[in-house]
């Protein structure tokens, strides 16, 4: 285990290296220290990595002029040269072993001080059993404690500045969250900029817009973008193809393949061509970078978001992993919710899919980006401006009041 972790801290690959790895491994040596020089190379090299010093050939040379044990400098030399682990899959496979050493250290740790506690009880001495008990009580609630951290999902986690474990998982969380390999790129420049810098892994993003303003393209152009720009997502997929999804409930299959051809050959005339030419020209644009693109319609409200993650899930494989969901559009599908709560009004409806969706994103760790419609009053209030010759001039006549019902609340996410 130790000379994995090793191999891992001493490998030149950057993307063996996120936050959320670096914290796991000082994790699992602070949970159990040990003498193995592997042990000791590992820790040494997370010193490193606490000074933000992360190139090997320096480390080593630091070492060799603060006269480091030499065991330790051959050991990350010779891990450097000839690692353990080379491949994200195995990096991977790793990082999910230790987690569970990791989740039940606390619980182990109050094993022997339970049990010894029982055998301090003396049936004859009252005051003894009270201590005990008081003793055995304090425990039982640090076990219930330890128990409930590692019930919390991650989606769920805390940050509490009397747990610097909860913080520090958070944050590592938060940092990897902005890493360029995970931030998804849009074709569009401006955009991406505004985005600052893409679409971020766990966030729910909305277009809001008049009918027939392009909604339903800007989604789809995000899902072909998806699959253009984003070769820099192979770092952190562990080898598995990336898929990025459309899902509609709007337009029909038809619609949006015909409007997913024109996006990818504008100026070709699908009439031109063969039912097999249109698939093999389709299929080497959409999988040029080694990505997968699906693309499922359901009828106005076949589908509920649970439902949605249900598709997520199925898709989410030993070989691929949904990378991106693209809805369309937001107003019609159901909430899981079916409580009165969460179906008295329109308001309430989008609200609850709008926290459902937020939900989703964060639990498959991946952006949704889905459409909203503005409702009939801006609708009116823009055909008067444009009425009156006011064509550069529609955003002000736009206000809050005319985002949409559940939107105004202050649900949107970004």
Not at 11 to 26: C, K, M, T, V
Not at 333 to 353: H, Y
Not at 385 to 412: E, P
């Amino acid at each position: 285990m130790y000379r994995n972790i090793a191999s891992i801290l001493c490998s030149d690959n950057i993307n063996f290296r996120p936050a959320q790895n670096i914290l796991l491994f000082s994790k699992v040596l602070s949970c159990y220290p040990a003498k193995s020089p592997y042990y000791l190379a590992a820790h040494r090299m997370l010193s490193f990595y606490e000074k933000n010093i992360f190139k090997v050939s320096l480390i080593l040379e630091i070492m060799k002029d603060e006269g480091e044990d030499e065991e330790i400098i051959d050991i990350i030399d010779q891990l450097n040269r000839e690692p353990t682990i080379k491949t994200q899959a195995e990096v991977l496979r790793l990082c999910k072993v230790l987690a569970d050493y990791v989740k039940w250290a606390k619980m182990l740790q109050k094993k022997n001080s339970f049990a010894s506690a029982l055998d301090l009880m003396d049936a004859d001495d009252e005051s003894n059993i009270k201590e005990t008990v008081e003793t055995m009580y304090k425990l039982s609630t640090e076990m219930i404690s330890a128990y409930n951290v590692i019930n919390v999902s991650e989606v769920s986690n805390t940050f509490d500045t009397c747990d610097k474990d909860s913080m520090k998982a958070v944050i590592a969380d938060a940092k990897d969250a902005r890493s360029p390999d995970k931030v998804i790129l849009t074709g569009i420049r401006g955009l991406n900029s505004l985005l600052s810098p893409g679409y971020l892994s766990g966030c729910l993003y909305v277009y809001q817009g008049l009918p027939g303003n392009y909604k339903s393209g800007m989604l789809l152009k995000g899902h072909v973008d998806t699959l253009k720009y984003n070769q820099h997502l192979k770092n952190v997929l562990n080898g598995k193809t990336g898929i990025s999804m459309y899902i509609s409930m709007e337009n029909t299959m038809s619609q949006t393949v015909r409007r997913l051809w024109s996006l990818l050959y504008p100026s070709a005339d699908m009439s031109m061509f063969s039912v097999d030419e249109i698939a093999e020209m389709m299929d080497q644009a959409l999988t040029e970078n080694e990505m997968r693109s699906v693309v499922l319609y359901y009828g106005y409200r076949e589908k509920s978001t649970a439902d949605i993650g249900n598709i997520i899930r199925s898709y989410n494989t030993d070989e691929t992993e949904v990378v991106a969901l693209f809805f369309d559009y937001i107003k019609r599908v159901r909430p899981a919710r079916t409580d009165a709560a969460a179906t008295a009004s329109e308001k309430s409806e989008l609200n609850a899919i709008m926290n459902e969706f937020k939900l989703i994103a964060a639990q498959f760790n991946i952006p949704i980006i889905t459409g909203h419609q503005l409702n009939r009053e801006a609708a009116k209030m823009v055909d008067d401006v444009v009425r009156n010759g006011g064509y550069n001039k529609t955003d002000s006549a736009l206000s809050r009041s005319q985002t949409g019902s559940a939107l105004n609340s202050g649900a949107m996410a970004a």
